[in-house]
Each structure stands twice: as structure tokens, then as C-alpha cells.
């Protein structure tokens, strides 16, 4: 893996993903496995009861500066002060939001929230650390 490091000005062109959330590992951040009533790190083998799984942000971005397109990736907590909210807090407002609806498919962010992202991100410049 390449270890140098820099500094990228570059416009969002795109939200690769609808999921912005997932269940993070508290020791590597890899995804865990949820069942319904247990979580798994197939990493590093942490486990522990479904209730108790943490949350962390993973927002996809296609971005562009003046030459080049890039696919970005962005984790973590540094998402905190653009949702407004934590990736545990986010969670919950998906997960009443699709106990209210009857939606079943927990592992997309309902249409409004993708929407919202999409509006908030797209055709804006950020400084990326890549």
C-alpha cells in the first residue's frame, strides 16, 4: 500500500451509496455479522449481543478537482458535524423511521435520508485527506 499521504480539493459529483451507516467492529471498525440477536467480527473474532452492536458512518463519494475523477470513501465520526447527529444516533431515527413505515430492508437508508445526502453533498467542494 502506497504510505504517502496528501491533501485533495475536489467537488462531489456523486453518492455512491444508499447505506451510510454500518455495525463497526469496537476493536478493528471492520462490518460485524448481526443476526437477530447476536454480532460477529469474522476480523477479529469480537463478539456480543445485537442490542449492543456500535455504529459508524461510511459515506461513498465519486469526486472530481480540475483533472481527474475519484472514487472517496470517507469513515468515521468526521461525519458527525455534517448529519448533524452520531452514527449510533442516526441508526435509531433509520430504525423507528422503518418500524413507522413497515419498511424491511434495513440495510438501506430510507429515500428522504439518501436524498438529503445527495442535496447536502453534491456540487460541493471539501478537502479530503487521501
Same mark, same amino acid.
Do not use: H, W
Given at each position: 500500500?502506497?504510505? #504517502? ?10 453518492? =455512491? !451509496? ?7 467492529? =469496537?476493536?478493528? *471498525? ?17 463478539? %456480543? ?17 480540475? !483533472?481527474?475523477? *475519484?472514487?472517496?470513501?470517507? *469513515? ?7 448529519? %448533524?447527529?452520531?452514527?449510533? !444516533? ?6 423507528? *423511521? !422503518? =418500524?413507522?413505515? %413497515? ?11 439518501? =436524498? ?6 453534491? %456540487? ?5 485527506? #487521501?
Amino acid at each position: 500500500m502506497n504510505s #504517502v499521504r496528501g491533501l485533495l480539493a475536489a467537488s462531489v459529483i456523486s453518492v =455512491q !451509496n444508499s447505506c451510510f451507516i454500518y455495525p463497526a467492529c =469496537q476493536k478493528c *471498525f471492520s462490518r460485524l455479522i448481526l443476526d437477530s440477536r447476536r454480532f460477529n467480527c469474522l476480523k477479529c473474532g469480537c463478539t %456480543g449481543e445485537a442490542k449492543d452492536a456500535s455504529y459508524r458512518y461510511r459515506l461513498s463519494l465519486r469526486v472530481a478537482d480540475t !483533472n481527474d475523477l *475519484f472514487d472517496i470513501t470517507v *469513515f468515521g465520526s468526521c461525519l458527525d458535524p455534517l448529519f %448533524g447527529v452520531t452514527a449510533e !444516533n442516526l441508526q435509531r431515527c433509520i430504525q423507528d *423511521f !422503518n =418500524q413507522l413505515s %413497515g419498511e424491511t430492508n434495513t440495510d438501506a437508508s430510507p429515500g428522504v435520508l439518501v =436524498q438529503a445526502v445527495e442535496t447536502c453533498f453534491i %456540487g460541493k467542494r471539501f478537502i479530503f485527506g #487521501v
